[in-house]
């Protein structure tokens, strides 16, 4: 008799994820590219899925990764993972746009719902900023040096000083441009967000 007080299983989420859009094993395996073989023996947990897969499947049945790793709703325990990392520029991965130079920081730490940013802004305005970037989740935005004015689709601009910060929501149009009389500007961001593919999210808005 299975445990009530463990999580379900890889085959017990995806048997609910199946029943629930009510598909058959064929039907859900043209949609996901994955064989009728394969999946039934997931379900039946007698096989699991590579990281690969689980993307695959993700994206080919418009589903969030963390679905596929559901926790029990009565499983309220903290769970600690202990991961760390120190983030150095130095160590950071360097991305150079016509508006920014990023930084990103603790790259050695995968699957994080935290992305951490210092950036270099040269950007003087809106106009020549562009079109205003959407991305997932939630970010908060700490000036470092400078003076920059974050403009958003739905307020004013606001101009923020050396030793201010801001959180929005991402997913609202927003950009950060040097204000009048500077140069350039530092700040340091981080973005969040509850759902998986965060960094490729970010990345793609630097083409």
């Not at 049945?61 to 009565?74: G, K, P, V, W």
Request: include cysteine.
């Amino acid at each position: 008799m299975a445990d009530r007080g463990a999580p379900p299983t890889l085959g017990t989420v995806m048997k609910s994820i199946r029943s629930r859009n009510g598909w058959t094993l064929k039907e859900m395996s043209a949609k996901s590219g994955i064989p009728v073989s394969t999946l039934s023996k997931v379900e039946h947990d007698r096989l699991t899925l590579s990281y690969d897969k689980l993307q695959q499947l993700s994206q080919r049945l418009n589903i969030r990764m963390s679905d596929l790793f559901a926790e029990d709703d009565e499983d309220t325990a903290p769970r600690v993972t202990g991961r760390r990392s120190i983030g150095t520029i130095d160590q950071a991965v360097r991305v150079t746009t016509d508006n920014y130079d990023y930084h990103y920081l603790c790259t050695d730490l995968r699957q994080k719902r935290m992305i951490p940013i210092i950036t270099r802004i040269r950007a003087h305005s809106a106009r020549e900023f562009g079109d205003l970037v959407r991305h997932q989740g939630e970010e908060f935005i700490f000036v470092l040096e400078g003076e920059v004015e974050i403009h958003t689709e739905f307020y004013d601009p606001v101009a923020l000083k050396t030793g201010q910060g801001i959180y929005l929501d991402s997913s609202m149009g927003h950009a950060y441009v040097v204000a009048e009389g500077y140069e350039e500007a530092l700040v340091l961001g981080v973005c969040s967000s509850a759902d998986d593919g965060l960094m490729d999210s970010l990345m793609s808005l630097h083409g």
